[in-house]
DNA sequence: ATTACTAGTAAGCGAGTAT
DNA sequence: TATACTCGCTTACTAGTAA
């Protein structure tokens, strides 16, 4: 949708035309959009080529409506500003289920990590770990995490090797509880390790490929 | 300010931006926004001039954070926003104080009417009515009192005349409380007539012109 | 008064490309 | 790799005006 189109329907939502009929002509629609009657006049013809607003047109003045679909299309919009302002405490992500290496299964098997997992968390994972790919520049997101406070899981040794610390934050997936793990040495990446209780491949009924909703909770 | 730019700069905060550099290049950027790295680029450019994000250009990478400007313009939609979805309960209004024609006080003065006033409002209120011109295209938000549960003050008569009934809404102007009085028959006009218990011209110290802020409130 | 078409002008876009 | 310039093309804008 073309931007400007959005900031008429706006207009014309603060006026009232959400479910009601508003009385505006298009020299007063201009003026609000500080732009000429014949701008306004033809971003009306557009709205309403899209079926974003409904007109009556009599000889003197038109009523004009927003639809349903105006209507949600401002609500998006509404979401993405309540995403910014008022959502601060958790981020939200669209990413797509990851065939992984099977490394987080030899990780998340490890009894230093489950006893934590356990205590710190309060649930053992299943094994292994549901690996999301994001979208590459939604990476950036994860930088909020840099400053926040994490559920933190110490390194702990074994008689082999060493097993670093790791970040966790609490999370869903499609509404699934459970956490995303970062581990502390790697740099930010673009896919994100979710452990759950559950077996989530099974219980979400997910395939590779499949596009999910993350959502990750932080404190500040 | 140019609706694409206003857009860009939604991107960049739904990113993080907010308090936040964030590592994206004008190709990704074009991406998030289905358009050309060209205009991106453009569009970063755009901004930068008008003081809304500041960016650090590297050789391979730029930073990018949006300003305190850039985080006041996206508060202020997402207010309009939050007007329209959410504040439902109230219509807010900018006007300008005007002179009445002394008819206000008339009215206010009426036994009839006060007794009913101080009953139902639980004031009595200060003789003659602030009366405020709204922009002409606003007085379709008085549509959205239409179909609203109303204070009614009924009519009544005297040995002269007729008194006609009036719709009441509690009101605040310039943060006082009050409320406004529409009277039943005649069509919605661009002034509020505004009472108050107290003498709002000296309270608030308005003159003719001033602008003021009127929010009414209603239930449903 | 309105809306909205036409036509000429201005602004925005993106391919190519320098840096 | 990047960013962002030039330039030809397209889209958007508004004055004039018909309906």
């Known amino acids: 949708m073309k931007p400007y189109l959005l900031q008429t329907l706006k207009e014309l939502a603060l006026l009232g035309a959400i479910k009601n009929k508003i009385e505006i002509s298009s020299l007063e629609l201009a003026k609000q959009l500080e732009t000429s009657q014949q701008t306004a006049s033809r971003y009306l013809v557009e709205l309403d080529k899209k079926g974003m607003i409904k007109r009556e047109l009599g000889i003197k003045k038109q009523l004009i409506m927003v639809t349903g679909i105006g209507e949600e299309k401002l609500q998006e919009e509404h979401l993405q500003y309540k995403q910014i302002f008022e959502l601060t405490d958790r981020i939200i992500f669209k990413g797509k289920v990851l065939s992984g290496l099977g490394e987080g299964r030899y990780y998340t098997e490890q009894d230093g990590y489950i006893e934590q997992f356990r205590e710190k968390l309060g649930f053992v994972p299943y094994p292994g770990t549901l ?10 997101k994860l930088r909020l995490l840099k400053n ?3 559920i933190n899981i110490e390194e702990f040794q074994t008689k082999n090797r060493t097993f ?3 970040r966790c934050f609490r999370a869903k997936i499609n509404g699934s509880d459970g956490a995303i793990v970062l581990p502390l040495r790697t740099h930010y990446s673009n896919i994100l390790e979710f452990i759950s209780y559950n077996h989530l491949r099974e219980k979400l009924n997910l395939k590779d490929g499949d596009e999910v909703k993350i959502v990750i909770y932080f404190e500040n």
Chains 1, 2 share one sequence.
């Open 164 to 166: 670093g610390s790791v």
């Open 131 to 140: 690996n999301v790919e994001i979208e590459y520049v939604e990476r950036n």
């Open 148 to 150: 926040s406070k994490a």
